[in-house]
């Protein structure tokens, strides 16, 4: 008997986010596995809020055909609630990010957090950061299974991309001068401010660091640059395509991602690093929350200590020091990244705990894939 699934995702493209990649892709390569219905928010942010309901109506009128219901967060699992009311034997299964945890409205908390997310079946968490959050918040650790995101290992992948390439995105730059990558939402949690008054004046003059994305710590960052005086030095280049991303991690010579803690605000997991060292460019990381899940030291990336101004300071000129060791570093990096987080294996997780959930749920014996 095959795996009947209903996926219900309101994080989906044309929103753009690492949540909204993740989603799309799990919708696709869980079918694999098992046969996937979709029924996602094609619409962008203006249907946002009117889809939590309409997935309710309509997951509730399609749930009895399906084998599980498996949510793309932990907003919806007011839908997994609602669909445990009417079908109890029904598995209904969550992927859980850490700000579905910690997000810090009165109402939320008291609904969402303690009484719909505790209800549904399993939650895959991202990051094992997240589970711990969870636990803190009064949600069993048994509910818990970890599977890390999932990447295609060749859609960000092209060594054709050239310095020209790179210059056509960021404008003139010598091929004496070093580029450090960071890309991604812009959320306090990055670092990036941090970075830029910390760490940055103290490194070579001779370095670029370039900035590519967007988000609410913005204003702070320009202040961190007008502080520094590092105008020239650093290039905000607000949000960028794929094609343009894809460009700037498969030529510039280094991603750093220096987290710094938030109260509240964990990060999950970490996807565009993880994305950045499937080019095959070395990766430095703090060693903090779900990044410690995605990134094993000396293997696909580099640990510094968070707010650590001197180890971030060490961990980036040795890796700068030597051009044919850095490269080298990159490609088993990237050889480790795509072992490890390839989707065809992480597709193949989820279907296993859904399968178990399912078996759980319903007291039957396990469906054969």
Known sequence: MSLRVLFISRAYP?????????????????KEHAKVTTLANRFGKKFLPIFLP??????????RSFDAVLLGDGVLSVVGWAVKIFFPKKAVLSVIHGLDITYPLF???????????PKLDALIAVGNETIAVGENH???????EFVPNGIDPEQHYNPNFTHNDLEGIIGDVR??????????????????????RNVLPSLSKEIIYVVAGDGSDRDAIRSAVEETKTFERVKLLGYVSDRARDILMNTCDLFVQPNIPVPGDVEGFGITPIEAASCGI??????LEGLKDAFTDNKNGIFAEPEDANDWKEKIERMLSDKSAR?????????????????????????????????QTTGERELHL
């Not at 309409?54 to 749930?63: Q, S």
């Open 282 to 287: 070395p990766v430095i990381v703090s060693r």
């Open 175 to 196: 091929k004496d001068q070093t580029v450090i990558l960071t890309a991604g939402r812009l959320a306090h949690r990055k670092g990036v401010a941090w970075f830029i």
């Open 54 to 63: 309409y997935a309710l109506c309509r997951a509730l009128f399609m749930a």
């Open 107 to 117: 109402l939320y908390q008291a609904l969402w957090v303690r009484v719909f997310i």
């Open 138 to 144: 009064g949600i069993a650790k048994e509910k818990f």
């Open 14 to 30: 044309p929103i753009v986010g690492g949540i909204e990649n993740q989603n799309a892709a799990l919708s696709v390569w869980l």
């Open 327 to 359: 490269k080298a570093f990159g490609e088993r990096a990237r050889h480790y990244t795509a072992e490890h987080y390839n989707w065809k294996t992480i597709s193949a997780c989820y279907a296993g705990i859904i399968k178990k959930t399912v078996a």
